[in-house]
């Protein structure tokens, strides 16, 4: 049985000032997918994932993720939408310095209706699952790349969120350590069937996916 279209991107382009970095890009995810998107630096790949995320408004184009139409929405109903649906996994983690392992994860909660006991125990559980239990309490200044990297992956999974973006998720982290990351997102995708795009320049990371979509100069070519 084929599965719907999650994330639809139909003729998209980018262009800051006289620069355009994304081409007439057009591209499809399906639901339980992992897609990778590979190329070299600056070839116009992160901010591709922007405009398919809704972090970035495109130039030109249209964007349709989870059903909706989101090229045209307001700053705050994008914000909204993201959190409601979307997932982020960035290279420098992007964790709060001043808030534990358990809080940077249980962050995203904060706007939704629900008791301190319910975020913390939601927050512990996915930290249980990264195997990061006994850091919970930790500020991120105490924890190292790998560890970090875990963090930012329970927090991107606190809201069940329909498809996971991933931008160089171990771009900042040694070989090893990596591939350990690496081990837990295919097994999210292959164990719990989540929906993930993943930039990365890295072949090697790229083989892993259901299906590689490479980029040059802006544009897709393979």
Known sequence: MNNADILMGTNLSKRFDNLEVVKDVSLTVKEGEFVSLVGKSGCGK????????????????????????I????EDELALFRRDHVGFIFQSFNLIPTLSAWENVALPLFPIKM????????????????????????LPGALSGGEKQRVAIARALINNPKIVFADEPTGNLDSV???AIMAILNELH???GMTM?????????AASADRVIRMK??????
């Open 46 to 69: 992160t901010t591709l994932l922007s405009l398919l995320s809704g972090l970035e408004k495109p130039t030109k184009g249209k964007v349709i993720l989870n059903n909706k139409d």
């Open 71 to 74: 090229t045209g929405a307001s």
């Open 115 to 138: 008791t301190g006991e319910q975020r913390s125990r939601r927050a512990h559980d996915l930290l249980n699952q990264m195997e990061m239990g006994h850091r919970i309490e930790h």
């Open 177 to 179: 350590t990596g591939e």
């Open 190 to 192: 292959k164990k719990k």
């Open 197 to 205: 795009l993943m930039v990365t320049h890295a072949e090697e990371l």
């Open 217 to 222: 100069d802006g544009e897709v070519i393979a």
